[in-house]
């Protein structure tokens, strides 16, 4: 584990990822949550039963990825916003993630976007491609950006 | 400076009316208190201290800290951030104790028999924790009042914009504001709630001294469940009574409650959740976050709160603190600097940060004056908040018949002051109209509940409080 008591953020070792193969086969949730506190509302939202909590709701959530068709439902539903949509094969060479983005006003489509990764550094840039904001998702939308796929798993928010 | 557009709220503002503080017209929306509408309008010292005459502004802006006392209407000493603006109300700014002038203290001064109400269950407070005991109780049909000093119901829910943690049966996932009117919205024909109704004392046995459309009005109750919810601890640093220094909950009070923005730039000092989570809160109402402090070497708060608030730039600086805040009659900036593990200032660390306000998220104190006047027992258990009354299983103090639920009796999640309040409200329903199946089947499911949310890591601390309340039990 990383020393994200001391500095707040995750590193890649902190994370689970699909294996490449799951990657391959379009968009896919990443659980960015790695301590026990007392919180299951992923696991109940999953209309796949995707994710699952072992034994109480203080587990951490247990996402098996063959299950997971990517969706999103999650992401809205998560009080951390800590779930991001992941699409390795948006295009051949860019990827698109999902972020769940709790601030006005609201991006356009096509608006370009410098990329920041999790510890708040400007890592690149990208296009946000669409926003998704329905009522069932409380007023957290997701907002989609297309990026260089070696960001994927790098870009976690953006700055307008 | 008011929030116009804003992701989670809108500010649905009542008529524009005006007042003026010291001969000075002030703009105000209905429904606003006399503080928060001079914060808006930029008037941010409020009174002057005794002594030293030294500028003060508020601090809790729950009625909590007598920091924004000032002169209405020729009154001296009113909590400006309780009473609500009227129009052509005159307002004074206040140096040293106020006087009530001879001619105004006879005014209108009439010997008049003291007002006595009755009810089953008088519940102080109309937070999370009393509106729960209020929900509970009255649905195995004890009647309810609820005594509430601020003018919204809801306590501190009324400004947590964030979704809950927790399972569906803490209302995981749902914002705090929209828990506070689900609460609300329950309430039966039981429950009778008053605003603006401060609870000022206790007599044996049972009845509660209240001020109730401004007289003093006795209430005799069987039962008393008191949630009166804690104070904002604050902070020993030169000059930490400049106006511009508040605490976290009158932040979230002025942008979440009345959409004023508290300040421009901002300096938190606290990484626990409700640090953070403000800190967080503070950027979605568009102001700007220079820093979170936090003297001890790790964060406090979740880790998806904390991360949430790097990938927006924010720096959360352990091992750090402030040295002092400085400014001409308002905060202009503040000097932070490094500690060391002896959690000694490391020289050479200091530097100067230039911020409007500076936010104070460290740590609350029970609120628990009404326990000491009803001669409850009182126990000091850290854990928990410090100085607290003694309770048993059910929340009923040494006192029969009187309870304690939510932050009065351990610092903790509203989630748990929800499920203490069920508990006192149900075995207090209980006691009054008799057992039955539901009802236990209710407080198993509520004890429950309550272990299932302190089970895991973060609930160590409260489990520990809980183990020697269970040793002063015995």
Known sequence: MSDFLKNGYLTLDDIR??????????????IECVQ???CNPCSDACPKGAITMKTSINDTPDIDFSLCNGCGICVANCPGLAIFLIDKNYSETEALVGMPYEFRPLPEAEEAVTLIDRQGQVCGKGVVKKVRNTKAMDRTPIVFIAMDKDLAMTARFFRR | MRINEHPILEFERGKQISFTCDGKSVNAFEGETIAAALHAAGIKTLSHSVKEERPRGFFCAIGKCSSCMMQVNGV????????????????????GWGKLGLADAKRGYERKKIPVIETEIAIVGAGPAGLSAALYASRFGAKCMVFEENTQVGGQLIKQTHMFFGSKDHHAKVRGIDIGQKLIDGLNENVQVLTGTP?????????????????????????????????ENMLSFPNNDLPGVYGAGAVQTLMNVYGILPGEK??????????VIVAYQLLQAGVHVEAVLEALPTIGAYQVHASKLRRC???ILTRHTIKRAFGNGKVEGATIVELD??????????????????????????????????GCRMVQIPELGGHIPWRGHSMET???????????SSIEEASSAMLEGRMAGLDAAEQLKGASEELSKEKQHVKESLDELRAGPFGEKIRQGEAKLEEARS
Do not use: H
Request: hydrophobic share 40%; glycine share 8%; proline share 5%.
């Open chain 1, 17 to 30: 990822q699909p294996e490449d193969a799951r990657f391959a086969k379009g968009a896919v949730a990443v």
């Open chain 2, 341 to 374: 593990e002896n959690w000694q200032e490391v020289p050479g660390t200091e530097r100067d940060v230039e911020v409007d306000t500076i936010c104070l998220s460290v740590g609350l104190k029970p609120t628990t004056e009404i326990f000491e006047m009803a």
């Open chain 2, 76 to 95: 001296p000493n009113v909590k400006t951030c309780m009473v609500l603006a009227e129009e052509g109300m005159d307002v004074k700014s206040q140096t």
């Open chain 2, 266 to 275: 901002m300096l938190m000092i606290g990484a626990g959740n409700i640090g």
């Open chain 2, 199 to 231: 609870v000022v004392g206790y007599y044996p046995e049972k009845e509660l001294a209240v001020i109730k459309d401004k007289r003093l009005t006795i209430v005799k109750a069987d039962k008393i469940i008191v949630a009166t919810g804690a104070s």
């Open chain 1, 36 to 38: 026990k506190i007392p």
């Open chain 2, 313 to 315: 730039e924010v720096p």
């Open chain 2, 398 to 408: 040494s006192v029969n018949g009187v309870y304690v639920a939510g932050d009065a």
